[in-house]
């Protein structure tokens, strides 16, 4: 539980650093007009995916609770439902965006040869 909560604590930090701007994003996603958008979406995944950690290692690690293995996967599964939807939402918003803008840039490349 311990190596968990290590885990949240840096995902979580990692995150709360990226909303300020200070995080390593893809060369595709930089000098855009929507990366600061970018940077806050991908700063917030970052702590929603610390804190069903965060809450699953503080559940289980006074040992009082017992609980079998199978359940404990099932609900590390079930507390990161939220985050891989809010994950799913952002890399296709975010990929339909660059592919819009990539697509204007051919047009735009293809308007001035002529």
């Known amino acids: 539980m311990d190596f968990l909560r290590l885990l949240a604590f840096g995902y979580l930090l990692y995150g709360v650093v990226g909303l300020f701007g200070f995080q390593k994003i893809p060369e595709a996603h930089r000098h855009r007009p929507w990366t600061k958008a970018y940077n806050r979406w991908q700063a917030v995944s970052w702590i929603l995916t610390a804190l069903p950690l965060l809450v699953y290692s503080f559940c289980f690690s006074s040992g009082q609770c017992i609980v079998s293995l199978w359940k ?18 952002r ?24």
Do not use: A, C
């Open 72 to 89: 404990r996967i099932g609900l590390l599964l079930l507390l990161f439902v939220p985050t891989i939807i809010f994950e799913v939402i």
């Open 91 to 114: 890399s296709r918003k975010f990929s339909r965006l660059l592919k819009e803008e990539k697509e204007r840039e051919k047009i735009d490349e293809g308007g001035d040869r002529q």
